[in-house]
T-cell receptor
Framework: DTGVSQNPRHKITKRGQNVTFRCDPISEHNRLYWYRQTLGQGPEFLTYFQNEAQLEKSRLLSDRFSAERPKGSFSTLEIQRTEQGDSAMYLC???????????FGQGTRLTVV | TQLLEQSPQFLSIQEGENLTVYCNSS?????LQWYRQEPGEGPVLLVTVVTGGEVKKLKRLTFQFGDARKDSSLHITAAQTGDTGLYLCAGVKWGAQKLVFGQGTRLTINP
Protein backbone atom coordinates (compact mmCIF):
# COMPACT_ATOMS: atom_id res chain seq x y z
CA ASP A 1 0.00 0.00 0.00
CA THR A 2 1.50 3.32 -1.04
CA GLY A 3 -0.64 5.54 1.16
CA VAL A 4 -3.51 7.87 0.31
CA SER A 5 -3.74 8.64 -3.39
CA GLN A 6 -5.53 11.63 -4.92
CA ASN A 7 -6.30 12.36 -8.55
CA PRO A 8 -5.85 14.60 -10.35
CA ARG A 9 -2.97 16.46 -8.70
CA HIS A 10 -3.86 19.67 -10.48
CA LYS A 11 -7.07 20.90 -12.12
CA ILE A 12 -7.68 24.17 -13.92
CA THR A 13 -11.29 24.84 -14.81
CA LYS A 14 -13.42 27.70 -16.03
CA ARG A 15 -15.91 29.30 -13.71
CA GLY A 16 -19.25 27.56 -13.91
CA GLN A 17 -17.87 24.15 -14.86
CA ASN A 18 -18.25 21.03 -12.73
CA VAL A 19 -15.20 19.17 -11.39
CA THR A 20 -14.75 15.83 -9.66
CA PHE A 21 -11.82 14.66 -7.57
CA ARG A 22 -11.01 11.12 -6.49
CA CYS A 23 -9.39 9.82 -3.30
CA ASP A 24 -8.16 6.28 -2.70
CA PRO A 25 -7.49 5.85 1.04
CA ILE A 26 -5.16 3.41 2.79
CA SER A 27 -6.98 0.13 2.24
CA GLU A 28 -7.41 -0.90 5.90
CA HIS A 29 -8.77 2.49 6.98
CA ASN A 30 -12.49 2.81 7.67
CA ARG A 31 -12.59 6.59 7.88
CA LEU A 32 -12.06 9.03 5.05
CA TYR A 33 -11.94 12.79 5.42
CA TRP A 34 -11.99 15.73 3.00
CA TYR A 35 -10.34 19.03 3.88
CA ARG A 36 -9.82 22.27 1.99
CA GLN A 37 -6.73 24.44 2.35
CA THR A 38 -6.34 27.95 1.00
CA LEU A 39 -3.03 29.74 0.67
CA GLY A 40 -1.45 30.62 3.99
CA GLN A 41 -4.04 28.76 6.06
CA GLY A 42 -4.33 25.41 7.76
CA PRO A 43 -6.69 22.78 6.32
CA GLU A 44 -10.42 23.22 7.05
CA PHE A 45 -12.68 20.21 7.57
CA LEU A 46 -15.31 19.57 4.89
CA THR A 47 -16.76 16.12 5.55
CA TYR A 48 -15.97 12.58 6.66
CA PHE A 49 -17.14 9.04 6.00
CA GLN A 50 -17.06 5.94 8.13
CA ASN A 51 -17.16 3.11 5.61
CA GLU A 52 -19.83 4.26 3.13
CA ALA A 53 -21.79 6.46 5.56
CA GLN A 54 -21.25 10.22 5.45
CA LEU A 55 -21.36 11.08 9.16
CA GLU A 56 -20.56 14.78 9.30
CA LYS A 57 -20.58 17.74 6.92
CA SER A 58 -19.18 21.19 7.57
CA ARG A 59 -21.22 24.32 6.91
CA LEU A 60 -18.42 25.11 4.45
CA LEU A 61 -19.84 22.36 2.24
CA SER A 62 -22.43 24.33 0.28
CA ASP A 63 -25.08 22.64 -1.82
CA ARG A 64 -22.72 22.88 -4.81
CA PHE A 65 -20.45 20.35 -3.11
CA SER A 66 -21.21 16.65 -2.87
CA ALA A 67 -19.08 13.77 -1.67
CA GLU A 68 -19.64 10.05 -2.00
CA ARG A 69 -17.98 6.86 -0.87
CA PRO A 70 -20.22 4.29 -2.54
CA LYS A 71 -18.54 1.04 -1.48
CA GLY A 72 -16.64 2.23 1.53
CA SER A 73 -13.40 2.32 -0.43
CA PHE A 74 -12.56 5.27 -2.71
CA SER A 75 -14.35 8.60 -2.46
CA THR A 76 -15.23 11.37 -4.89
CA LEU A 77 -15.76 15.06 -4.22
CA GLU A 78 -17.75 16.96 -6.84
CA ILE A 79 -18.07 20.71 -7.10
CA GLN A 80 -20.82 21.98 -9.35
CA ARG A 81 -20.87 25.43 -10.98
CA THR A 82 -17.38 26.26 -9.74
CA GLU A 83 -16.63 29.78 -8.49
CA GLN A 84 -13.29 31.55 -8.17
CA GLY A 85 -13.57 31.23 -4.39
CA ASP A 86 -13.42 27.45 -4.78
CA SER A 87 -9.75 27.71 -5.79
CA ALA A 88 -7.83 25.82 -3.13
CA MET A 89 -5.98 22.62 -2.32
CA TYR A 90 -8.42 19.79 -1.64
CA LEU A 91 -6.95 17.22 0.72
CA CYS A 92 -8.12 13.73 1.48
CA UNK A 93 -7.08 11.78 4.57
CA UNK A 94 -7.86 8.39 6.04
CA UNK A 95 -7.64 6.74 9.46
CA UNK A 96 -8.77 3.77 11.50
CA UNK A 97 -12.08 4.19 13.34
CA UNK A 98 -10.47 3.91 16.76
CA UNK A 99 -7.65 6.30 15.95
CA UNK A 100 -7.95 9.89 14.78
CA UNK A 101 -4.37 9.95 13.44
CA UNK A 102 -5.00 10.93 9.88
CA UNK A 103 -2.75 10.23 6.92
CA PHE A 104 -3.08 12.69 4.09
CA GLY A 105 -2.81 12.38 0.34
CA GLN A 106 -0.83 14.82 -1.77
CA GLY A 107 -3.92 16.88 -2.51
CA THR A 108 -5.63 18.20 -5.62
CA ARG A 109 -4.87 21.82 -6.44
CA LEU A 110 -7.95 23.43 -8.03
CA THR A 111 -7.68 26.71 -9.90
CA VAL A 112 -10.90 28.30 -11.16
CA VAL A 113 -10.31 30.92 -13.86
CA THR B 1 -11.72 33.12 15.22
CA GLN B 2 -9.15 30.35 14.95
CA LEU B 3 -9.74 27.56 17.45
CA LEU B 4 -6.01 26.78 17.51
CA GLU B 5 -3.61 29.70 17.37
CA GLN B 6 -0.05 29.06 16.29
CA SER B 7 2.82 31.41 16.96
CA PRO B 8 4.88 32.66 15.40
CA GLN B 9 3.23 32.51 11.98
CA PHE B 10 6.59 33.01 10.26
CA LEU B 11 10.07 32.21 11.56
CA SER B 12 13.37 32.53 9.74
CA ILE B 13 16.55 31.51 11.54
CA GLN B 14 20.08 30.34 10.81
CA GLU B 15 21.11 26.72 10.66
CA GLY B 16 22.25 25.46 14.06
CA GLU B 17 19.91 27.67 16.12
CA ASN B 18 17.15 26.38 18.37
CA LEU B 19 13.50 27.34 18.05
CA THR B 20 10.11 26.78 19.64
CA VAL B 21 6.70 26.93 17.96
CA TYR B 22 3.55 27.27 20.04
CA CYS B 23 -0.01 26.04 19.54
CA ASN B 24 -2.59 27.51 21.93
CA SER B 25 -6.32 27.23 22.49
CA SER B 26 -8.98 27.95 25.07
CA UNK B 27 -10.51 24.55 24.26
CA UNK B 28 -9.54 21.17 25.67
CA UNK B 29 -8.47 18.45 23.26
CA UNK B 30 -8.42 14.68 23.63
CA UNK B 31 -5.32 14.55 21.44
CA LEU B 32 -3.13 16.84 19.45
CA GLN B 33 -1.06 16.15 16.37
CA TRP B 34 1.78 17.94 14.64
CA TYR B 35 2.23 17.80 10.87
CA ARG B 36 4.82 19.14 8.47
CA GLN B 37 3.81 20.21 4.99
CA GLU B 38 6.00 20.93 1.96
CA PRO B 39 4.78 23.25 -0.83
CA GLY B 40 2.31 21.50 -3.12
CA GLU B 41 2.11 18.41 -0.92
CA GLY B 42 -0.22 17.09 1.76
CA PRO B 43 0.62 17.31 5.49
CA VAL B 44 2.80 14.53 6.88
CA LEU B 45 2.14 13.36 10.44
CA LEU B 46 5.06 13.89 12.82
CA VAL B 47 3.62 12.96 16.21
CA THR B 48 0.46 12.52 18.27
CA VAL B 49 0.26 13.48 21.95
CA VAL B 50 -2.65 12.22 24.03
CA THR B 51 -1.80 12.66 27.73
CA GLY B 52 -1.66 16.02 29.53
CA GLY B 53 1.98 16.90 30.22
CA GLU B 54 3.24 14.31 27.73
CA VAL B 55 6.62 14.91 26.10
CA LYS B 56 7.66 13.07 22.94
CA LYS B 57 10.98 13.27 21.16
CA LEU B 58 11.66 12.64 17.50
CA LYS B 59 15.41 13.03 16.95
CA ARG B 60 15.99 16.80 17.28
CA LEU B 61 12.27 17.59 17.66
CA THR B 62 10.61 17.68 21.09
CA PHE B 63 6.82 17.89 21.38
CA GLN B 64 4.95 18.73 24.57
CA PHE B 65 1.24 18.60 25.39
CA GLY B 66 0.13 21.06 28.05
CA ASP B 67 -1.04 19.77 31.43
CA ALA B 68 -4.52 21.15 30.79
CA ARG B 69 -4.61 19.68 27.26
CA LYS B 70 -5.20 23.13 25.75
CA ASP B 71 -1.80 23.84 24.27
CA SER B 72 1.29 22.27 22.78
CA SER B 73 4.79 23.22 21.75
CA LEU B 74 7.33 22.00 19.24
CA HIS B 75 11.00 22.61 19.99
CA ILE B 76 13.71 22.01 17.39
CA THR B 77 17.31 21.77 18.50
CA ALA B 78 20.16 22.68 16.13
CA ALA B 79 17.87 23.40 13.19
CA GLN B 80 18.90 22.14 9.76
CA THR B 81 17.92 23.41 6.30
CA GLY B 82 15.90 20.22 5.85
CA ASP B 83 13.59 21.35 8.68
CA THR B 84 12.22 24.11 6.44
CA GLY B 85 8.48 23.77 5.92
CA LEU B 86 5.00 24.59 7.19
CA TYR B 87 4.36 23.15 10.66
CA LEU B 88 0.72 22.56 11.54
CA CYS B 89 -0.81 21.61 14.84
CA ALA B 90 -4.20 19.90 14.81
CA GLY B 91 -6.44 18.89 17.70
CA VAL B 92 -9.34 16.52 18.23
CA LYS B 93 -11.98 17.68 20.71
CA TRP B 94 -13.56 15.17 23.09
CA GLY B 95 -16.28 13.21 21.32
CA ALA B 96 -15.38 14.63 17.92
CA GLN B 97 -13.93 12.74 14.99
CA LYS B 98 -12.35 15.50 12.95
CA LEU B 99 -9.08 17.40 13.18
CA VAL B 100 -9.13 21.14 13.79
CA PHE B 101 -6.00 22.81 12.44
CA GLY B 102 -4.05 25.88 13.40
CA GLN B 103 -3.07 28.29 10.67
CA GLY B 104 0.49 26.98 10.62
CA THR B 105 4.00 28.24 11.26
CA ARG B 106 6.12 28.72 8.17
CA LEU B 107 9.68 27.90 9.16
CA THR B 108 12.70 28.80 7.05
CA ILE B 109 16.16 27.60 8.04
CA ASN B 110 18.91 29.53 6.29
CA PRO B 111 22.29 27.93 5.57
Amino acid sequence: DTGVSQNPRHKITKRGQNVTFRCDPISEHNRLYWYRQTLGQGPEFLTYFQNEAQLEKSRLLSDRFSAERPKGSFSTLEIQRTEQGDSAMYLCASSFVANTEAFFGQGTRLTVV
Amino acid sequence: TQLLEQSPQFLSIQEGENLTVYCNSSSVFSSLQWYRQEPGEGPVLLVTVVTGGEVKKLKRLTFQFGDARKDSSLHITAAQTGDTGLYLCAGVKWGAQKLVFGQGTRLTINP
